[in-house]
């Protein structure tokens, strides 16, 4: 049980470039989401996904896109770099009951993106 | 979404010391969690707790819904409790986070 993995852990891009940053879990989760974490400041949700084929928006989305096309699987895509966007990013997971109340929510160890 | 606030920002306590960290939250939520981030970057899961009291060795958390805070209890702290401290509130589904307590335990 490797919990949640996320690849890269580490990534420079130029300006104007695009990647994909992998997250997957293997707890069987439904919910799955992305945050990023800036200097001082707490961790912000960026996208988030119920399920596979459904994903939303959260705080920051601007300038990111995702999918889920499987329970595993939740990739996040910058489709032109800016420097706005080095930071940290975190995917987590966690359990949805049918009450729609979250459970407890699982971290994988991070991505450390700078944009130059 | 909800605001979520956390005290004190920082704190630096000599090892064998005892704390509380608190965090505010806005509105009613269905479910509080508080996380530890170490000196290397990864979170740690240390409670969910929507309600009541929750202990795991020397830490402890109390979350009050209706008052709408939740405090985190450190106890003869060790060096290795540095680094910051989040909670999380959840609403609907979305997580907001505080912006942290940042813990310096000095030997």
Redesign the interface.
């Known amino acids: 049980n490797a919990g949640v993995t996320q690849t890269p852990k580490f990534q420079v891009l130029k300006t104007g470039q695009s990647m994909t940053l992998q997250c997957a879990q293997d707890m069987n989760h439904e ?1 799955m ?1 992305w ?1 990023r974490q800036d200097p ?6 960026i996208h ?1 996904s ?1 399920g596979a084929g459904i994903t ?1 928006q ?2 920051v989305p601007n300038g990111y896109n995702v999918s889920r096309s499987t329970t595993e699987d939740f990739p996040l895509r910058l489709l032109s770099a800016a420097p706005s966007q080095t930071s ?1 990013y ?1 995917c987590a997971s966690s359990y949805s009951d049918p009450l ?8 994988g ?2 991505t ?1 993106l700078t944009v130059t | 979404g909800i605001q979520v606030e956390q005290s004190p920002p920082d704190l630096i306590l000599q090892e064998g010391a005892n704390s509380t960290l608190r965090c505010n939250f806005s509105d009613s939520v269905n479910n509080l969690q508080w996380f530890h981030q170490n000196p290397w970057g990864q979170l740690i899961n240390l409670f969910y707790i929507p309600s009541g009291t929750k202990q795991n060795g020397r830490l402890s958390a109390t979350t009050v819904a209706t008052e709408r805070y939740s405090l985190l209890y450190i106890s003869s702290s060790q060096t290795t409790d540095s680094g910051v401290y989040f909670c999380a509130a959840n609403t609907g589904n979305q997580f907001y986070f505080g912006t942290g307590t940042s813990l310096t335990v000095i030997p």
């Open positions: 919910y989401s945050y001082g400041m707490g961790l912000r949700l988030y119920v939303d959260g705080e940290v975190f729609r109340l979250r459970g407890e929510q699982y971290f160890p991070g450390r």
